[in-house]
């Protein structure tokens, strides 16, 4: 080993080549910070609402609406109290579509787990649960409390319509997904979609989902 270190360049070249290393670091850094500025926040920060929905805006949260399918948001004078924010499909006087959100609708509820049994036990007996799942929605991620406000939980559901309120005849098959977490200020929320089966496609459930923005 020792024999090897006469060959070793001589000081100068030493120093240049170590500086022009460093540059190289430094700059690579300064690129590598550059993309991770540019990447914090896509897809974070605000969700994607497809093309052609709709926005309803709430205290806690914005959610799309397929407003090119026909849907409209709901005066605040013509929803129930029990809803922050409503969009209906009407065909021939029936409610065949119904995009809700409901704010501080339970009570004792800190989390996302919290929430979604409480949102869930409200489906109805005469629904199946498909599917739940953890995900993650957009929105603010620079505290704890705003990180913690996009965990929510995801169920879909098939159920069956009761005929009440201008909803389709009993027995017309149904599907829904709701969404169910609390917020950066710890209020619970649920946001639903409801329509007749086939009316909405997987992909359009799982748009509907990806346009939650949490506040």
């Known amino acids: 080993m020792r024999a090897r270190t006469r060959k070793t360049p001589a000081a100068g070249r030493t120093r240049r080549r170590t500086t022009a290393t460093t540059a190289a670091v430094v700059g690579v850094s300064v690129m590598g910070a550059a993309l991770l500025l540019t990447g914090c926040g896509d897809g974070q920060d605000t969700a994607s609402v ?9 205290r806690s949260l914005s959610v ?22 409503v969009a209906l499909q009407e065909k021939d006087g029936i409610r065949t579509g119904m995009v809700s959100v409901q704010l501080d609708f339970a009570t004792g509820v800190s989390d996302a787990a919290g929430a979604a049994a409480a949102a869930g036990a409200g489906i109805g007996m005469n629904s199946t649960r498909r599917a739940t799942e953890d995900v993650r929605l957009a929105g603010p991620d620079d505290a704890r409390e705003a990180r913690e406000a996009r965990e929510a939980r995801r169920i879909d559901y098939d159920f069956t319509a009761d005929g009440q309120d201008d909803t389709p005849n009993v027995g017309t098959p149904m599907t829904g997904v709701l969404v169910a977490g609390v917020d950066s200020k710890g209020v619970p929320f649920v946001v639903r979609l409801n329509a007749v089966k086939d009316a909405v496609d997987a992909e359009d459930l799982d748009a509907f989902v990806e346009s939650i923005t949490v506040k």
């Open 50 to 58: 497809p093309e052609g929905w709709g926005t309803l805006e709430t």
């Open 64 to 85: 799309g609406y397929p407003k090119n399918e026909g849907y409209a948001e709901q005066p605040a004078a013509e929803r129930a109290k029990s809803n922050a924010a």
